[in-house]
């Protein structure tokens, strides 16, 4: 099993890197860190992870040739299993607001909102606690109360109730996880995540949509 993460100079990809190579090594997958749209043709599972504003992380993932076609081509035609991190799960929907209205990928389909939390800060930074709302393959042996660890302030609102899998609570449900058919994305950092980060690693390794 080959599972590419994405390289688009939109974050630093050291901690997910060895925590996907952690886990990989248990399912016997390669890890390959790569801005090479080939590569992620050909991989098995594709990752995109993402850190800083939402229209300066499009911007980049634009500017790699090919890239995004080829992953419209692999995750939406031909259901290769798919994992955003932080701003590459917002990049599922189908706008983003941040600065200046920026489109998505539209893979799932709602919007990149501000965090409204009366009295809390934000960037909403720190562990918290998961709610989950309904079963899926990601998020097996993870329960309510379970912690995470978060760095946004922005969250993707869903149109649709049934691609929100978890939430956490920071005055208002804030958006933890959001998931449909071949896709999965996580607000939330897995690699930084210690135990249930690692499960839910190990969770999409082994995922067969």
């Known amino acids: 099993m080959r599972v590419a993460l994405v390289d ?40 995109l992870p993402g850190d800083g504003a939402f229209p300066a ?4 993932l634009d500017a790699v040739p090919g890239m995004v076609d080829v ?18 799960m917002q990049m599922l929907a189908s706008i983003g ?3 200046r209205d920026t489109a998505g ?10 965090i409204d939390a009366p009295g809390m800060k934000v960037p909403h930074m720190g562990w918290n606690d998961l709610t989950v709302l309904q079963p899926h393959p990601l998020l097996e042996g ?7 660890y978060f760095v946004h302030s922005w969250q993707f609102r869903v149109r649709d109730a049934a691609h929100l899998l978890a939430t956490a609570e920071y005055a208002a449900p804030v958006t933890a996880v959001v998931g449909r058919d071949n ?7 897995p690699e930084k995540s210690q ?14 949509p």
């Open 57 to 60: 992380c499009r911007a980049a």
């Open 8 to 47: 688009y100079d939109s974050g630093n990809l050291h901690s997910a890197e060895k925590a996907f190579a952690l886990m990989g090594r248990e399912a016997g997958a390669e890890i390959l860190v790569t801005s090479d749209p080939e590569t992620v043709r050909a991989a098995d599972r594709i990752v």
């Open 183 to 189: 896709i999965v994305g996580t607000q939330f950092h």
């Open 105 to 114: 990928l539209g893979w799932i389909e709602g919007e990149i909102d501000a």
């Open 142 to 148: 993870i329960t309510t109360g379970d912690h995470a």
């Open 195 to 208: 135990e249930v980060g690692l499960r839910i690693i190990a969770n999409f390794l082994r995922w067969r």
């Open 97 to 99: 607001h941040e600065y």
């Open 71 to 88: 992953l419209r081509e692999a995750v939406m035609a031909r259901g290769v299993p798919f994992m955003g991190i932080c701003v590459g």
